[in-house]
């Protein structure tokens, strides 16, 4: 009823760049925060950035200055550019959202994951 469709993720050599997109798709009355999660083998999932409808962002400490998030309100989307990427960033990214269902009910949804790598 409710989906977190991502695109992009794939190689790059580091110091590239890579844009991550996130659409939420279904029946529902409003996406609140959105924001990227990232899992790298044999580790916790850790959250990378986040946004508000009001545009207010948070970015994990090892991101900050490389990474930007963004989004659209009216097609619930949300991108997240990624710059001078090093091969710690490697890792599979998933989409989150707090998404109202209706007017008494919130719950949270993720995204499939897609996989960046960063190698030489």
């Known amino acids: 009823q409710v989906q977190l469709v991502e695109s992009g993720g794939g190689l790059v050599q580091p110091g590239g760049s890579l844009r991550l997109s996130c659409a939420a798709s279904?029946?529902?009355?409003?996406?609140?925060?959105m924001g990227w999660y990232r899992q790298a083998p044999g580790k916790e999932r850790e959250l990378v950035a986040t946004i508000t409808r009001g545009g207010s962002t948070e970015y994990v400490d090892s991101v900050k200055g490389r990474f930007t998030i963004s989004r659209e309100i009216i097609k619930n989307t949300v991108d997240l550019q990624m710059s001078s990427l090093k091969p710690e960033d490697t890792a599979v990214y998933y989409c989150?959202?707090?998404?109202?269902?209706?007017?008494?009910?919130?719950?949270?949804?993720w995204g499939q994951g897609t996989q960046v790598t960063v190698s030489s």
């Open positions: 279904g029946s529902f009355y409003r996406v609140n925060v």
């Open positions: 989150n959202a707090q998404i109202s269902v209706s007017w008494y009910s919130t719950r949270e949804y």
